[in-house]
């Protein structure tokens, strides 16, 4: 069955970085987009990154513009999301979806605390 599994996640203060990954099995990857989301508490979940099946086309909320690089690993099935130059607006959990929301992961937990 499709099986989405994020890691990564964590406690990191204002300014630092993080590397989130998602591990994907049980369908064709690398001929699937993948998106980023996040749910911060009390708010909606918003779309942070997308990323063509091949790569070639990745598109941001602007709140992450220029900060987070989306990229993906087709022969090792996994989307990553690395995150520099963090902001405790940025706290969140964080899911990995296949396409923009065929199926989800569990999400991972990032906080953004001094």
């Known amino acids: 069955q499709v099986q989405l599994v994020e890691s990564g996640g964590g406690l990191v203060q204002p300014g630092g970085s993080l590397r989130l990954s998602c591990a994907a099995s049980?369908?064709?990857?690398?001929?699937?987009?993948m998106t980023w989301y996040r749910q911060a508490p009390g708010k909606e979940r918003e779309l942070v990154a997308f990323i063509s099946s091949a790569g070639g086309i990745t598109n941001y909320v602007d709140s992450v513009k220029g900060r987070f690089t989306i990229s993906r690993d087709n022969a090792k099935n996994t989307v990553y999301l690395q995150m520099n130059s963090l902001k405790v607006e940025d706290t969140a959990v964080y899911y990995c979806?296949?396409?923009?929301?065929?199926?989800w992961g569990q999400g991972t937990q990032v906080t953004v605390s001094s």
């Open positions: 979806a296949r396409n923009r929301g065929s199926a």
């Open positions: 049980g369908f064709s990857f690398s001929k699937s987009s």
